[in-house]
Nanobody
Framework: VQLVESGGGLVQPGGSLRLSCAASGFTFSQYLMSWYRQAPGKERELVASIVSSSVSKDYGDFVKGRFTISRDNAKNTLYLQMNSLKPDDTAVYYC?????????WGKGTLVTVSS
């Protein structure tokens, strides 16, 4: 299993970023996928998750309509569109898949929201 995140960077408050997670080594279309984030000195927290068919999506309370999770099963890629970014959104963002009781994580992509 390999998960490779990209799309992070420095953005001003109120700005937008689109994160991507390229997946390989498993049948991407069959699994629920998730985005997590970890800010300095804080625990890792769930940002959003999406079922294999994209019919159901869940978000952390802090998202409040600002982020949208999506996936392209034909491209084996997970996305996170982030709008109205705040300094509190500064964190390393990870994608995750759970298979056979084991969690697989990417190495993460850093998002910094600062003026």
């Amino acid at each position: 299993v390999q998960l490779v995140e990209s799309g992070g960077g420095l953005v001003q408050p109120g700005g937008s970023l689109r994160l991507s997670c390229a997946a390989s080594g498993f049948t991407f279309s069959q699994y629920l996928m998730s985005w997590y984030r970890q800010a300095p000195g804080k625990e890792r927290e769930l940002v959003a998750s999406i079922v294999s068919s994209s019919v159901s999506k869940d978000y952390g309370d802090f998202v409040k309509g600002r982020f949208t999770i999506s996936r392209d099963n034909a491209k084996n890629t997970l996305y996170l569109q982030m709008n109205s970014l705040k300094p509190d959104d500064t964190a390393v963002y990870y994608c995750k898949v759970s298979r056979y009781g084991m969690d697989h994580w990417g190495k993460g992509t850093l998002v910094t929201v600062s003026s």
